[in-house]
T-cell receptor, first 115, second 114 residues
Framework: NAGVMQNPRHLVRRRGQEARLRCSPMKGHSHVYWYRQLPEEGLKFMVYLQKENIIDESGMPKERFSAEFPKEGPSILRIQQVVRGDSAAYFC?????????????FGPGTRLTVL | AQKVTQAQTEISVVEKEDVTLDCVYETRDTTYYLFWYKQPPSGELVFLIRRNSFDEQNEISGRYSWNFQKSTSSFNFTITASQVVDSAVYFCALTWEYGNKLVFGAGTILRVKS
């Protein structure tokens, strides 16, 4: 039973380019969460999605960032016109349920470097 | 507000010493869950333990033990006879009954020297 998969593991972009980070949840999981870990900091929640729906995006920056979780395929975190401050590790987690049964399993992360 | 505080930014110990990592949390909810994760130098997050607010029994797993005290809103983590492989960043995290996110502390860097 494969765990949460993220790709790419490392991504380098120049300022102004777009970054696309992919997350495939564990089999049977329909809830996906994205977290960002800035250098020397803890993880901060960004967005929570269920299939085709954004449930909570309270942690997403207002501009340039978007997320989706289509009916088919992985969840995508998209960062447009990247800036150096976007350099961070981005972790995806998935769960089978939410609320009381919310046990989130984390992927290995994508490390984004903006030159 | 939901909040997790890990006041120790960095701890250095010598191998075989015992070490305790502190975690203090804040929440309005009566049902909540506390977690510890380990992040080794390779960067992935390794799940260590999950505890719900109704279970205050301390837990031991090998060299690891956890002390959950609701009276002081603390969920401390002790490593007995530390080893170099324990060197990592350790995160404490919180979620609540109908929560849909984990709130993480800032993490504690543990350095175990041989």
């Amino acid at each position: 039973n494969a765990g949460v998969m993220q790709n790419p593991r490392h991504l380098v972009r120049r300022r102004g380019q777009e970054a696309r980070l992919r997350c495939s949840p564990m089999k049977g999981h329909s809830h996906v969460y994205w977290y960002r870990q800035l250098p020397e900091e803890g993880l901060k929640f960004m967005v929570y999605l269920q299939k085709e729906n954004i449930i909570d995006e309270s942690g997403m920056p207002k501009e340039r960032f978007s997320a989706e979780f289509p009916k088919e395929g992985p969840s995508i975190l998209r960062i447009q016109q990247v800036v150096r401050g976007d350099s961070a590790a981005y972790f995806c987690a998935s769960s089978a349920e939410t609320g009381t049964l919310n046990e989130q399993f984390f992927g290995p992360g994508t490390r984004l470097t903006v030159l | 507000a939901q909040k997790v505080t890990q006041a120790q930014t960095e701890i250095s110990v010598v191998e075989k010493e015992d070490v305790t990592l502190d975690c203090v949390y804040e929440t309005r909810d009566t049902t909540y869950y506390l977690f510890w994760y380990k992040q080794p130098p390779s960067g992935e997050l390794v799940f260590l333990i999950r505890r719900n607010s109704f279970d205050e029994q301390n837990e031991i797993s090998g060299r690891y033990s956890w002390n959950f005290q609701k009276s002081t809103s603390s969920f401390n983590f002790t490593i007995t006879a530390s080893q170099v492989v324990d060197s990592a960043v350790y995160f404490c995290a919180l979620t609540w009954e109908y929560g849909n996110k984990l709130v993480f502390g800032a993490g504690t860097i543990l350095r175990v020297k041989s």
